[in-house]
């Protein structure tokens, strides 16, 4: 009688698990796997891909090369479309590969009366793996960065900051410090960018002069697509890049995509149709993480710090808590922003604002008023940057994105404070402190301290929410 009970249900179980496998066709769940594993390659993939995104621009719309520099010969406008930028410093980037040219030097000239930079050296993944400058390892003295091939063995040569990315590639985001956004500020700070130099450590003993490739006037569009040519991009990095030990689990995951070393990826019509819906359901679930997931900075206040804790930790020691991977902390984060900071707060720190003092979402439509109370604690500069809700980046086709306590023309009140306003047109007598949004579209606000002081920290000053306010050229309430 028990063998009886014990293969009757057996025999229902198998009926069960037979009848539940019938609910959908072979192809059916085909497309379920590759739709979900999908979405988790996007999630895990993202900062790797938003690296190649940027990459690929500087090779296919510029003459620049890896080991060389390409730079902006001016403040960032909307030419520059990749995430979340600063406007408000002269851009360099530098991205390495030390797969063909083994170690590479990145020289950072002495900050001093003729400049200074903040600067941030990542591998491909964008693991922090040194600041550059006077809140970096060489604290402002100048200093050799040298970028080593993984497990390369050899003697390293002294008097050099010596880096071990885990991959062949990564890059180094320069930020050459402006005093004004005037001509004459602007030519010197990019002289000044111009003093880094790259070079094979081959070739240390006489260093060729360093390339240097002006992209202003290029639509640098390094912008997330959700969409199956993300695919395209993290084969790239697959291809190119050799496998994390962390990363190990994604090897049958990508595979199944389609995506596998040593092999094209050429997937066929239905592949590519289940990769599409996968990435517009990431897409998804990623916008939701980014709105609700971000910790604020002051309590009852709609400004939130853009990096989650754990990852900046994660971050900042190279993943290498064998207990802790915070991918999906990762994955929403470089949605919106590129490059991490080894030593956040002490050369920049940034807020994030994604609604007014209501609540309600900013209306590109609408006008508002955000007040920087006097004495900010920073000892370099503060900017307030508004940018495209829906990509993160400087809004399309407006002649400026942020103000800045750079710009001396800008108006400030009695006490010292200044009063910066967002919409479609600038509020009568106040053009010098307005940032011109698109009616037709949402946007989001940064507040960027550099070298921001203790009295940023302990909140004993603090940045107030935006609030809608009358349209002053016109005095009609919104």
């Known amino acids: 009688m028990k063998m009886l009970f014990i293969a009757t249900v057996a025999f229902a179980a198998i009926a069960s698990q037979t009848s539940f496998a019938q609910t959908w066709t072979p192809e059916q769940l085909t497309q379920r796997t590759i739709e979900r594993r999908a979405i988790e390659a996007m999630n895990w993939g993202m900062s790797a891909v938003n690296t190649d995104l940027m990459l690929q621009e500087m090779l296919n719309k510029t003459s620049g090369k890896v080991n060389q520099i390409v730079f902006w010969s001016r403040p960032l406008d909307w030419h520059n479309q990749t995430l979340t930028p600063n406007p408000d410093a002269i851009y360099l980037m530098m991205f390495f590969n030390t797969k063909d040219a083994g170690p590479v030097v990145l020289e950072i000239p002495p900050a ?45 040569p002294k008097d050099y900051i010596v880096l071990r990315p885990s991959t062949f590639g990564g890059y180094a985001l320069l930020r050459s410090n402006l005093k004004s956004h005037g001509d004459a500020d602007v030519a010197k700070s990019v002289a000044y960018g111009k003093k ?8 240390a003993a006489a260093p060729p002069p360093t390339v240097f490739t002006d992209a202003a006037n290029v639509v640098f569009d390094s912008t997330i697509h959700y969409d199956a040519s993300f695919f395209t991009s993290l084969d790239r990095v697959v291809q190119n890049e050799p496998w994390q030990p962390r990363d190990r ?55 939130v710090v853009p990096a989650v804790p754990e990852l900046i930790a994660a971050t900042q020691n190279g993943f290498n808590d064998t207990d802790k991977y915070p991918v999906d902390a990762r994955g929403f984060t470089y949605t919106f922003a590129f490059v991490a900071l080894k030593r956040l707060g002490a050369g ?131």
């Open 249 to 303: 689990a994604m090897i049958d995951v990508l595979r199944s995509l389609g995506i596998e070393k040593g092999k094209p990826f050429k997937p066929d019509a239905r592949t590519k149709a289940a990769l599409e819906t996968g990435a517009r359901e990431a897409q998804a679930w990623l916008e939701v993480r980014y709105d609700t997931g971000l910790p604020p900075f002051y309590p009852e206040s709609r400004w």
């Open 196 to 203: 880094v130099r790259v070079y094979p450590l081959s070739l």
């Open 348 to 478: 920049q720190f940034y807020l994030v604002s994604l609604r007014d003092k209501e609540g309600n979402p900013f209306d590109g439509g609408k006008t508002y008023r955000l007040t920087v109370p006097a004495n900010p604690p920073v000892q370099q500069y503060w900017s307030l940057t508004a940018y495209d809700r829906q990509t993160h980046t400087l809004i399309r086709d407006m002649p400026r994105a942020s103000r800045s306590s750079q710009i001396p023309e800008m108006q400030r009140n009695a006490d010292g404070s200044v009063d910066v306003y967002f919409g479609p047109t600038a509020p009568a007598g106040r053009e010098a402190n307005w940032v011109p949004t698109d009616p037709k579209r949402g946007f989001e606000l940064m507040f960027r301290a550099y070298a921001p002081a203790k009295a940023f920290f302990d909140k004993t000053w603090k940045l107030p929410d935006a609030e809608k306010t009358s349209n002053e050229s016109t005095g009609v309430k919104q």
């Open 112 to 156: 001093g009366s003729d400049g200074s930079l903040n600067g941030n050296i990542v591998d491909f993944w964008q693991v922090a793996l040194e600041d550059a400058g006077p809140s970096g390892a060489d604290a402002g003295k100048g200093g050799k960065y040298l970028l080593l091939p993984p497990g390369y063995a050899k003697p390293v």
